[in-house]
């Protein structure tokens, strides 16, 4: 079976038991990247009712937001409900540049506290699609065709095809995880390597963002610690998100000093350039040194 067909059966699947069981349609989670694009495509192919969601993170470029409203636009036309989800936290609105305060340290690859807020906190109590793959990450590897989102790790639960086709307490289990209501999430594409997410935009001409036309390799946060040293040119092309960030680590420090807290740092600039993995600056501390609320 091929990679199409055997992402579509994943879809299949869990759209009838986002529908038995929750008793609405699978959601497709969309980011504006070109996972999302292939992802959005093979759901128009499954032939099953589903709704789209976005969760605006307040720091993608413009482009991606201006590609999400478009795609939007069309599949509303097509009467496809779809949803762009504002953020907040601890019941407000919020953003990356007000949670950076709020949380006395900047975001960083051991703690992304930005992903759980501004990405991943919609559509509780539904099942839905993503657009995860193992070819990302390492850590991604040890994600799972179907699971449950818990709180932790280890309140995590995983399934693969063969165990739901042949393995009765696993049917069991995701049936009953199904009936508490728990965040299930199915990964179609999640065996796809990114010369397959490439080909399969190519044959099939599908639209995608156009910052993939100028040179960008990844759509998402501008400024993400994930993406290492490309940040250096996201900052080149969207200087006025390096002042945000600027501004944030600022009242970032004045929240620090307010509660007593150490700092090493005089103003925005100095925490910018250490976040950036500047080591030829003063103030090179380690992730503990900040964890002190």
């Not at 990964?187 to 099939?204: A, M, V």
């Not at 900052?235 to 944030?248: E, N, Q, S």
């Amino acid at each position: 079976m091929d990679l199409e067909q055997k992402a579509i059966q994943r879809l299949q699947a869990a759209s009838e038991m986002s529908l038995h069981h929750y008793g609405k349609p699978l959601v497709c989670t969309y980011s504006g990247g070109k996972d999302s694009d292939v992802m959005l495509e093979l759901f128009k192919r499954a032939d099953i009712p589903f709704e789209v969601h976005n969760s605006h993170t307040t720091a993608d470029a413009p482009q991606t937001v201006r590609h999400i409203k478009d795609t939007f636009r069309e599949l509303e036309m097509d009467g496809i409900k779809c949803e762009i989800e504002m953020p907040t936290y601890k019941g407000e609105r919020t953003s990356m540049w007000k949670l950076i305060p709020i949380k006395l340290m900047p975001p960083t690859r051991r703690a992304r506290y930005c992903c759980s807020v501004l990405k991943e906190a919609g559509c509780q109590n539904r099942f839905i699609a993503t657009g995860v793959r193992w070819d990302e990450s390492i850590k991604r590897k040890s994600r799972e065709e179907f699971e449950k989102i818990g709180k932790t790790r280890a309140d995590s639960e995983k399934f693969t095809t063969v165990m739901l086709m042949n393995d009765n307490d696993s049917k069991r289990r995701i049936s009953e995880l199904c009936m508490q209501k728990n965040k299930m999430v199915v990964n179609p594409i999640i065996d796809w390597k990114d010369s397959d997410i490439w080909k399969f935009i190519h044959s099939e001409h599908l639209d995608v963002c156009e910052l993939y036309q100028c040179g960008y390799n990844r759509v998402g946060c501008i400024g993400c610690p994930v993406a290492g040293k490309k940040r250096y040119r996201e900052f080149a092309d969207y200087p006025k998100y390096k002042k945000l960030y600027i501004h944030a680590f600022d009242r970032m420090i004045e929240e620090r000093k307010r509660r007593g807290l150490t700092c090493q740092w005089n103003n925005g600039n100095e925490v910018f350039l250490w976040w950036m993995e500047d080591e030829n600056i003063a103030g090179q501390i380690e992730l503990s040194d900040f964890i002190e609320m």
